[in-house]
C-alpha cells in the first residue's frame, strides 16, 4: 500500500484520470521473446569438424531434426562469403523455429577450406555435399532425405522460404 499525504491526493487523482492507459504491445514483445528463447533451445551451430558431436546433441532435442549447411562468416567482414547462405540461411531458421524442427548448423570453413576437393564433407559417402547452402533431414542413422541444389537456386529470401517450407512439409513423418 502507498501512503499519500491529504494534500496531494487531488494531484494524484487528476494525474489517474488524465494518465494514458498503458500500451498493450507490451505482450507482443513477450511472445517474441518466447519464439527466440525456442529458436535458440532448438538451434544449435557446429564448425565441420565437430559434425559427430553436433548431431550428438541435436538428436537429444526434439524431432524432427534437420542439418543446414552453410558457409563461415569472412574475417574481413563479417557476413558470409557465400551469397546464397546469406540470402537463404535466414530462411532456413525461420521456417525450422515456426514448424517446431530442430536444427543444426554446420559452418563448412573459409571459402579456399570449402573450395577442395578433398573437404571431409564433399567426401563422406553418407553426406556427399556438393554446395552450400544445403538442408538434410537427420535420423539417428544420418541423413534420411536431402534438399540439394533446389536451396542454392532459391533467387530470393521469399523463394527461400518456400523451398524450406515445402522440403519440411514432404520429410516430417
Known sequence: ???????????????CQTRPPLPRPLKRNLAVQVVNRKMAEASLSCSYTDLKQGVDKL???P???YVVFLADNSPATGVSWCPDCVRCGPAVKRVCADQGASLLEVLVGQR?????PQHPLRNDPAIKLGGVPDLMRWGAEGPTAKLGVALEKAGSPAEAVAVVAKFLLDTKC
Do not use: C
Open 1 to 15: 500500500m502507498i501512503r499519500v499525504p491529504a494534500t496531494q491526493t487531488r494531484n494524484l487523482t487528476r494525474f
Open 59 to 61: 538428436l537429444q532435442l
Open 63 to 65: 524431432g524432427p531434426h
Open 112 to 116: 579456399e577450406v570449402w573450395k577442395d
